[in-house]
């Protein structure tokens, strides 16, 4: 196996899909009770944020819309996440999430800007030091789309179902993450620049060095230190809800 070592500069901003990502995907979560971390989830965050790292939360709720819930619930069940991250040290700069349905013709549903340019322009942030991480193809095509430096597909929640969406066949085996090779990535905009088994995984390869294998090899991520495990020598219609 080809390995090259490339060294993955650090984000200062993470945006963070919720439901399938940081918590456990509950069908139309209105109720804080039912807010859950997903393992490692916590652990990973903390690393982003001993590292320097601004959180933002970018969430599609269109169970407001439906008139499932109400944004009263959605803020209590983020502030159940709040409370639950707070216990690891973990705190969101920004929540930003979009009330619409997939038929409303608004701009702040992902795979649509809204939440991105808002949250720019609110707190200055930059497109190349900004990473995506979600489970769903609307979290990548979120992330691309907007050019941001790294964008990372999790294989929870939703995430198998959206590798086989988007058709990216990640190898079996113990690898935390796959990187799929430079010139998929090239001939496939619609693709994550890797595929993390879990939140906790995908922040070790936004910290570290990956060893990354050419021609679309699995690839273990880099602990919290940036050492690779296989490598012992080496806008207006944006609702925003600020934590």
Request: glycine share 12%.
């Amino acid at each position: 196996m080809n390995r090259a070592s490339t060294t993955i500069a650090i984000p200062r901003a993470v945006l963070l899909d919720r439901d399938g990502t940081v918590i456990e995907d509950r069908h139309y979560l209105s109720d804080p009770s039912g807010v859950t971390l997903l393992p490692g989830a916590a652990q990973g965050l903390a690393a982003l944020v001993a590292a320097g790292a601004r959180l933002f939360l970018v969430t599609n709720q269109s169970g407001i819309g439906r008139g499932y819930f109400t944004e009263a619930d959605l803020h209590a069940c983020n502030a159940r996440l709040g409370e639950l991250l707070g216990e690891h040290g973990v705190s969101l700069a920004d929540t930003a999430f979009c009330p619409h349905g997939p038929d409303d013709g608004c701009i702040c549903r992902k795979p649509a800007p809204g939440m991105w340019l808002g949250l720019r322009d609110r707190h200055g942030l930059c497109a190349a030091d900004t990473a995506m991480v979600g489970d769903k193809p609307e979290d990548v095509a979120f992330g691309r789309d907007a050019g941001l430096g790294r964008v990372v597909l999790v294989l929870t929640g939703k995430g198998q179902a959206a590798a086989r969406t988007l058709g990216i066949s990640v190898p079996e085996g113990d690898a935390a993450v796959y990187v799929p090779a430079p010139g998929d990535l090239a001939a496939r905009p619609d693709w994550p620049h890797a595929v993390a088994r879990d939140l906790a995984a995908a922040a070790a390869w936004l910290l570290g060095t990956a060893a990354e294998g050419q021609g679309g090899d699995d690839v273990a991520a880099p602990d919290a230190t940036g050492t690779s495990p296989s490598d012992s020598s080496s806008p207006d219609s944006t609702r925003s809800e600020p934590s």
